[in-house]
């Protein structure tokens, strides 16, 4: 861990504690705030430190120039919070009235855990519904203005709406490879409910024993495909905190074992106690890990791929590497001319699963389109320079970082 990731996880912590936060004059000069806040943007933690930063002695702390950054893009995420709730409650509140049942998941279901609710940034809200009400809800939606694609084979129709916020409506939550009992765990999820307030409504979310089971399946998914960073790992400490004696954690510990999501489970919550300090209840801690240096490359895997792990290129490009390889065993790309073949021309299986080229489905033969179409967006996506992606294919070290990655998955039982 980096002189600046202990700095912001140290200040993270006391964000999430309500703690005092101290800094030595001693270190004050070599601090880089710059870097602190580009790096918290990273993570999308940049508005959660916000009350610590403001608290720092101003000879210490950041300057005024970027304390007035900060200060726009705290004021902007807690007005749109604000009306992401009131604009949420519409749609919930809607559904209801056509008598569709409705869960609401993820940020707006678990805001309300954090000393300052509107601070959790959000980049969409989701709603999970019965597979036999997808088509009514999405008409729901159309009547208030949302439009998206009604496609019947992803498990999730994204809807938009100008000037609110996006809503993704799910028909189902997980399908992931590396999880049993899928169904079985939906049917759990419709059980088991509690409400919150959601502006003046009240609002179905999912128990809390089964939020904890989300919140880590979804970081699950995310580092199986890219990364996931410090918001993720903060919305656990939160919810773990706020409710850890209302949670039944024995039902969260037999869950894990009946998922096949134990060995994650144990280990991110030992990934929180290392970085935030959190106390793991004792009825999660019913196994010994070896190898506890894993436990430190789960670390950097987070610190090192910002919010949704595409921090980089080169990650990135990692990533690709070996999201395009086969589940177990050894990355095979041993020449630059087969690293290129992997990064431009996946697998039809591959591309399957990625949203935008869902067309590959219908027939082989749109397997070319679909390539070209991978590489026609790389070539036009502005956040990487040419330069940049010219070096991916020249890398030495890019495979080397795809099998560290694969040894990672594989030790959490992702692969």
């Not at 916000?50 to 893009?73: C, E, F, H, R, T």
């Not at 397997?367 to 010219?390: C, E, N, Q, T």
Request: charged share 30%; net charge positive; glycine share 6%.
């Amino acid at each position: 861990m980096t002189a600046k990731d202990r700095l912001l996880t140290e200040i993270l912590r006391t964000a999430i504690y309500s703690k005092e936060f101290y800094i030595d004059k001693s270190v004050a000069d070599s601090i880089n705030w710059e870097e602190i806040y580009k790096e918290a943007r990273a993570h999308q933690v940049h508005t959660l430190i916000y009350p610590v930063i403001k608290q720092v002695d101003p000879s210490m702390g950041p300057d005024d120039k970027l304390m007035a950054v900060w200060n726009i893009s705290v004021m902007s995420c807690g007005i749109q919070m604000i009306c992401d709730e009131i604009w949420l409650g519409e749609v919930i509140e809607n559904l209801a009235a056509a008598g569709i049942d409705s869960i609401v998941l993820k940020g707006m279901a678990i805001n309300k855990c954090y000393p300052y609710p509107e601070l959790r940034t959000m980049g969409d809200a989701d709603i999970l519904v019965h597979e036999e009400d997808m088509v009514r809800a999405a008409e729901v939606l159309e009547r208030l203005g949302y439009f998206g694609q009604r496609d019947t084979k992803t498990k999730h129709i994204e809807f938009f709406k100008k000037n609110s916020i996006t809503i993704e409506l799910h028909r189902l939550l997980i399908d992931y490879d590396f999880m049993r009992y899928k169904e079985s765990f939906h049917d759990e999820i419709w059980k088991n409910r509690v409400s919150v307030n959601l502006g003046t409504i009240k609002a179905n979310i999912l128990s809390w024993e089964m939020q904890i089971l989300h919140i880590c399946i979804h970081m699950a998914s995310h580092i199986s495909h890219g990364g996931f960073g410090l918001r993720q790992l903060c919305d656990l400490v939160i919810v773990t905190e706020a409710k850890r004696n209302e949670i039944n954690w024995n039902i969260v510990r037999d869950r894990s074992i009946k998922y096949g999501i134990d060995n994650f489970v144990y280990a991110i919550f030992l990934a929180c106690n290392r970085i935030f300090e959190m106390e793991v209840p004792p009825e999660i801690a019913f196994r010994s890990i070896r190898e506890h240096g894993k436990i430190d490359k789960l670390i950097e895997d987070i610190l090192a791929g910002g919010n949704m792990g595409r921090k980089d290129i080169y990650r990135t490009s990692a990533n690709v590497l070996l999201n395009n390889s086969s589940t177990g065993g050894e990355l095979k790309y041993r020449s630059k001319f087969s690293k290129a073949v992997h990064l431009l021309f996946p697998d039809r299986n591959k591309l399957v699963k990625r949203k935008k080229y869902m067309y590959v489905r219908r027939t082989p033969l749109f397997l070319p389109l679909a390539w070209m179409h991978r590489i026609a967006y790389g070539v036009k996506r502005k956040d990487f320079s040419f330069h940049d992606k010219k070096e991916i294919f020249r890398n030495s070290e890019l495979n080397l970082m795809a099998e560290e990655r694969n040894n990672l998955l594989e030790w959490l039982g992702l692969r």
